[in-house]
């Protein structure tokens, strides 16, 4: 059995998928499984390639993908229908929030939700003296919080620790990036009746906009020569860090938790990923087989405690929000949890926004970048869009 | 991880050819990690023009990765002075510790231009701020390994573009056949874009035909990125510049900057024969994002003529073969296409044992109303009698113009009652016409048909005794008054009672 894995910044899932994988081997012995950690980029293009050519480029048994890919590859026949080979599935054992956007069509689904993780803001209250005197309040706001980085940006740079730390940065502005804040300000990249993209409208863009802001002024570093030369900051040398998993250490390092700021009334973006089998799979049952084990509440707490994250089952999610040290700011958090739509276009509409980010990263990097640049991309970027909806 | 055993020359131990550039990346990441127990080992790409370097994939705790990480060399740093020098540089950083070991090397674009083809790069080595430093002698040491290793990547590498190069060669030759071959086969269409799906592999494949009496773009076919194709023939678009994209692109008015924006992966192929455009072809990965390889790109380009010329010729082929096979007049197809569908019919009723029903049709007096009225309005007759009987026709039916006035209709799994009905349909709605006759006292003509009908197996178990049956019902009913219908084997118990000596009946039921 051949797995392919999504990779992520932090090896910690790796390793825990790899001792995973090692529990599996030593409860059924005579099954060999083989696991790959392909790059976001890489599973998708691999994924087109076997598309193209199926016999030069076979498909593994299992695939990790990000929820809101299950409708695009289950409509070019890569996915296997679940519902009844996955009890968690067939028994529909997963928050209602999850379930909404797990598959268009009702009673069917083609891949089973594994994990999921929300951005969140992590500050350390010590670096805050002065310049931050009610946290919960002051950061509750997107317009609060810069405030607060600037405050903190100055005192900052005479103490040496940076203001903003984001661990999950691929080095550019990426799409996981300004997510968090364009839903923040009620945007998305489609109308909600998914008639037309909206990359241009206010909120949108203003979402986007407001992260950007962060790259101009230097309060995120882009394509980072220090990670580079010294790799991942340590959490203790950051005043505020962004990031979507429980960080490693963080009650060591006297790290608080707040909801991502700009969503007042509570709620948040959640990120789900899901396993799915594929359509080609020489060993259909035993693939199936395989996901019903992972979603074991033994072996989905195990893996997710592992780095930080959520589990997608509906007891052991809860039981992880009882047991969570930081459970008030989750608690706000899961209020009223907003997934991204799955749906055939969204994967493809993200590459658009992610080849305009791109563009105007490396503007910004290189000192050149105007307003006008982003507002030149996403009109760009939502004409693909529209036109991608009118052809699927 | 697979491998065959195939050696390489080298020194390097476990020097094998590995199936693919990844996997090789991971055998080389994860050898020179244990070899000199590294906590992580990371190769990265480098981008000239952006100054980038591109993680592509990581090894560390015993596990490959692929990352996605983006990150620029400090000017002065110790990456960027291996990058420059092209020699192995060690740092030690709060980080840890580190050794870069560059790379790089060109090879030619097997794809037959004369660019070069570079790779830069380097890999990072790396212990934890507390294992001990690299030596020189170590650093050296690993650089050399690491430089044997990637001397294998660089056949790797060659390998693949060499894999591309003959796979083309392949496309080139196959594609040729499947163009040239179009025209032998149904569905030529589908097989010229089947053919370019085959080889290309795009998201999707769309041709568009223009329609120059309606001065129209039509659509034609779609191939998605599985092979399946559909009909397009609901997207019509005005042939006028300014109405839409396709039509300025056939038109050869398209704006630039549009083209330039969807340049990598979409290609707008207009199809002309001898300077003359016919259709537009459109091939695209909008849907992956992926662009379309240069090369793949000018290889579709030089097939062009050809697909255009498979295109044209198709259609015209159709255009033929509806003439040769169609009567214009009333649009029936005609003896000789009707020969051929009935013998198949016929086979078909006989292995899987179903009823097979043959109507025979004759417009009465036909003769008359060509003498009285002239041609034309027989042939208004005759085009009349067509559209009737094309618009109450199952699908499966097969009407034929037999020869003069006379009409034969092929009902496979009908039963003689069911053809009765549509023979009474037929002629009721024949007989409600009116042909305008502006020279005559009635000012219109009305017309009647009789019509016979023979049934398998019950009246016949042959094609040529089915057909005979049928003509004798029709003989029947045009010796008996006409404007009738008869079955078979109503005529033969009528004939059969006519011998024993009763009075024949006037019509039949």
Redesign the interface.
């Known amino acids: 059995m051949i797995i392919w894995l999504l990779s992520d910044y932090d090896h910690r899932k790796h390793l825990a998928f790899k001792t995973l994988l090692a529990r599996f081997s030593a409860a059924y012995p005579d099954t060999a499984v083989e696991f790959s950690v392909k790059s976001r980029a890489s599973l998708w293009e691999s994924l087109f390639t076997h598309l193209r050519d199926p016999k030069r480029n076979p498909m593994p048994d299992i695939i990790e993908i990000p929820q809101n890919w299950t409708d695009l590859f289950s409509r070019l026949g890569l996915l296997a229908e679940l519902s009844s080979k996955v009890e968690p599935l067939a028994q529909r054992r997963y928050p209602e929030f999850i379930l909404k956007e797990l598959c268009r069509n009702e009673g069917s689904a083609f891949s089973a939700p594994w994990w999921l993780e929300s951005p969140a803001l992590f500050y350390r209250p010590q670096a805050l003296k002065g310049a931050v005197s009610d946290p919960e309040k002051e950061l509750a706001s997107w317009e609060g919080f810069r405030a607060a980085l600037d405050s903190v940006g100055k005192s900052s740079r005479r103490s040496g620790p940076r203001a903003l730390s984001v661990p999950g940065s691929s080095g550019s502005v990426s799409v996981a990036d300004v997510l968090p804040r364009v839903w923040g300000r009620r945007g998305g990249l489609f109308s909600e009746d998914f008639n037309r993209a909206t990359f241009t409208h206010e909120e949108t863009a203003g979402g986007i906009e407001d992260w950007l802001e962060l790259a101009v002024s230097g309060k995120v570093e882009l394509f980072s020569a220090d990670r580079f030369e010294n790799g991942p900051r340590p959490a203790e040398e950051s005043a505020f860090i962004i990031s979507s998993r429980k960080l490693a250490g963080s009650g060591r390092s006297g790290l608080r938790m707040l909801p991502y700021p700009g969503y007042p009334s509570g709620g948040g973006l959640m990120l789900v990923y899901n396993l799915a089998v594929s359509a080609s799979s020489q060993d259909p049952s035993g693939s199936a087989a395989f996901v019903s084990w992972a979603m074991e509440p033994r072996n989905l707490s195990f893996f997710t405690e592992s780095f930080g994250v959520f589990p997608c089952l509906r007891s052991v999610f809860e039981e992880r929000l009882r047991d969570e040290r930081e459970s008030d700011a989750y608690r706000h958090i899961f209020a009223a949890p907003e997934l991204k739509p799955n749906m055939m276009v969204y994967p493809t509409a993200e590459l658009l926004l992610e080849r305009a980010l791109w563009n105007l990263s490396l503007k910004i990097a290189r000192g050149d970048y105007d307003r006008e640049d982003l507002t030149r991309e996403l009109i760009m970027a939502q004409g693909e869009a529209d036109y991608l909806l009118s052809l699927y | 991880?697979k491998k065959n055993e195939k050696i390489f020359y080298g020194e390097a131990p476990g020097r094998v050819f590995y199936e693919g550039r990844?996997a090789f990346l991971r055998a080389a990441l994860e050898s020179v990690e244990e070899r000199f127990a590294l906590a992580c080992a990371s190769f990265y790409e480098y981008e000239e023009g952006?100054g980038?370097?591109r993680l592509r994939q990581c090894h560390?705790?015993?596990?490959?990765?692929?990352?996605?990480?983006?990150?620029?060399?400090?000017p002065g740093?110790?990456?960027a002075r291996a990058l420059e020098t092209m020699q192995p540089v060690r740092?030690r950083?709060?980080?840890?510790n580190?050794l870069y070991s560059p790379f790089r090397f060109d090879y030619s674009d097997p794809a037959g231009g004369s660019s070069v083809v570079p790779c830069l790069g380097l890999v990072r080595m790396?212990r934890s701020p507390r294992a001990r430093r690299f030596l020189p002698s170590e650093a050296a040491g690993a650089d050399a390994y690491l430089r044997s290793f990637l001397r294998d990547y660089y056949k790797a590498e060659f390998f693949s573009l060499h894999r591309k190069y003959d796979k083309n060669v392949a496309a080139i030759t196959e594609l040729t056949e499947v163009f040239a071959t179009a025209l032998r086969v149904r569905d030529s269409f589908r097989h010229i874009l089947s053919g370019i799906q085959t080889y290309f592999?795009f998201?999707?494949v769309r041709l568009y035909l223009i329609d120059e009496k309606n001065r129209k773009l039509k659509g034609e076919l779609s191939a998605d990125?599985?092979g399946k194709i559909k009909s397009i023939a609901y997207e019509e678009i005005p042939l006028e510049p300014g109405a839409h994209r396709f039509a300025d692109i056939v038109l050869g008015r398209s704006s630039g900057a549009f083209m330039e924006?969807y340049k990598d992966c979409v290609l707008y192929m207009p199809l002309a024969v001898q300077g003359v455009t016919i259709g537009l072809l459109i091939v695209d990965n909008?849907?992956?994002?992926?662009r379309i390889e240069p090369q793949e790109l000018a290889m579709l380009r030089s097939f062009g003529g050809q697909i255009a010329l498979a295109v044209d010729n198709s259609r015209l082929f159709d255009k033929v073969e509806e003439l040769s096979l169609y009567d214009e007049l009333t649009k029936l197809p005609l003896r000789r296409y009707f020969n051929q569908r009935f013998q198949e019919e016929f086979y078909r009723a006989e292995r899987f044992k179903q009823p097979l029903a043959l109507i025979w049709a004759d417009i009465d007096h036909f003769k008359e109303v060509n003498d009285t009225y002239g041609h034309q309005i027989g042939d208004k007759v005759l085009k009349e009698a067509g559209r009737v009987i094309l618009s109450n026709l199952r699908k499966i039916d097969f009407p034929c113009r037999y020869g003069g006035d006379e009409i034969v209709i092929l009902l496979p799994q009908a039963t003689g009652a069911e053809a009765r009905r549509l023979a009474q349909r037929l002629s009721q709605e024949l007989a409600e016409v009116r042909i305008a006759v502006p020279f005559s006292k009635t000012r219109e003509l009305r017309v009647t048909m009789s019509i016979g009908v023979s049934t398998f197996p019950q009246d016949a178990s042959s094609m040529d005794a089915l057909l005979e049956k049928a003509d004798d019902a029709l003989y029947w009913v045009k010796s008996h008054g006409r404007g009738q219908i008869a079955v078979y084997s109503e005529v033969a118990a009528a004939k059969e009672k006519e011998k024993a000596g009763s009075p024949p009946p006037a019509s039949l039921p």
Do not use: H, W, Y
Request: without cysteine; proline residues 2%; glycine residues 12%.
């Open positions: 991880m990844d952006t980038l370097l560390a705790s015993g596990v490959s990765f692929e990352g996605e990480e983006n990150l620029k060399p400090q740093s110790a990456a740092s950083t709060s980080g840890g580190f790396e592999g998201d999707r990125i599985r924006r909008l849907l992956s994002q992926q």
